[in-house]
Nanobody, 122 residues
Framework: QVQLVESGGGLVQAGGSLRLSCADS????????MAWFRQAPGKEREFVAS????????HLADSVKGRFAISRDNAKNILYLNMIRLSQNDTADYYCALGPVGSYWSGRVYYWGQGIQVTVSS
């Protein structure tokens, strides 16, 4: 079984930084692309960032370019989302996602994490 568990969320002041982590308990972490999504209260889920299996190719949503970075440590089975210069617009529940076996993120989600809250105060 695959279980994705996010951590590192919480309350942060505007302009601050936060790093989210997603740990995979399953055996296939190192052969699947991964991504981060977020969902603000009353809004639809939106794509944030993705990373290929090898960890050397990433894509970011326009709203977070220059502020967020996605990375992974395949030896530790951990996915990261480093966030800087946070604003109230970044307040949302953040979810990590695991794709099907392959090299690059295609948009298809095979597994979801349980989600973790990020609240940015003024």
């Amino acid at each position: 079984q695959v279980q994705l568990v996010e951590s590192g969320g919480g309350l942060v002041q505007a302009g601050g930084s936060l790093r989210l982590s997603c740990a995979d308990s399953g055996p296939t972490f190192d052969d699947r692309p991964m991504a981060w999504f977020r969902q603000a209260p009353g809004k639809e889920r939106e794509f944030v960032a993705s990373i290929n299996t090898a960890g050397d190719s990433t894509h970011l949503a326009d709203s977070v370019k220059g502020r967020f970075a996605i990375s992974r440590d395949n030896a530790k089975n951990i996915l990261y989302l480093n966030m800087i210069r946070l604003s109230q617009n970044d307040t949302a529940d953040y979810y990590c996602a695991l794709g099907p076996v392959g090299s690059y993120w295609s948009g298809r989600v095979y597994y979801w994490g349980q989600g973790i809250q990020v609240t940015v105060s003024s």
